[in-house]
């Protein structure tokens, strides 16, 4: 968000480490982009970068310091998937007011908005809010989880009828909170379907001994 005009333009370092960057030359520097892993499912959910490497370090420029090149980067994979879904609406997954005041922005609305400028596509971001604010999933088992997460979700009726909507968060581990925004949203919002889209995954868990479907 602070990111003058003319970076935008004319970006001057690497979106992931901040090396000098040369006008005309790709926006992530060789090292940061042989450490971009791409990752297409992970607990049935699918995504589009690992949350580890350069993908951890350009979602957290972005999540945290509101950094606009990081974002450009990050768009791009994403933009791909979204193509593959054959979708025709887009919701974010919505944060708690107070969740959203203490880090004075909401992330995934933000990627939602600068996705649905470049598909095209209608950002439907009052169809589903959050009811609850749940502690940080953080730490918590599995089963936990859903449970911390389960009835914090709330749809409008009827609001996406026969629709094909994306239900889009930026980081999933578990995928619990997808699971359960997107089972309220069928059932309240009547849609054809819910794909569920994470801009990207924690794949620990693959060593973590949970499958992957
Ligand atoms: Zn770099």
Do not use: W
């Not at 350069?54 to 420029?61: I, K, P, S």
């Amino acid at each position: 968000m602070r990111s003058s005009l003319l970076e935008l333009l004319a970006p001057s370092v690497c979106p992931a480490c901040d090396s000098p960057r040369r006008p005309g030359t790709p926006r992530l520097c060789d090292l940061c982009r042989s450490q971009l892993i791409p990752l297409r499912l992970l607990r049935g959910v699918p995504t589009a970068l690992a949350y580890e490497g350069t993908g951890a370090e350009l979602v957290q420029r972005f999540k945290f310091d509101g950094r606009r090149d990081a974002l450009c980067v990050l768009l791009e994979p994403l933009i791909e998937r979204v193509a593959e879904l054959r979708v025709d609406s887009i919701v974010p997954l919505p944060r708690h007011p107070e969740r959203v005041r203490e880090l004075g922005r909401d992330p995934v609305y933000e990627l939602a908005r600068a996705l649905t400028k470049r598909t095209r596509l209608p950002l439907e971001s009052g169809v589903l809010r959050r009811t609850r604010a749940t502690p940080p999933q953080t730490g918590l088992s599995p089963r936990a989880r859903r449970t911390n997460v389960a009835g914090s979700f709330a749809a409008r009726p009827g609001t996406l009828e026969g629709r094909r909507a994306l239900l889009l968060d930026d980081v999933i581990t578990t995928g619990a909170t997808l699971a359960a925004a997107a089972s309220e949203l069928r059932r309240m919002a009547k849609p054809h379907t819910v794909l569920p889209l994470a801009l990207a995954g924690t794949p620990a868990l693959l060593s973590g001994g949970l499958a992957l479907l």
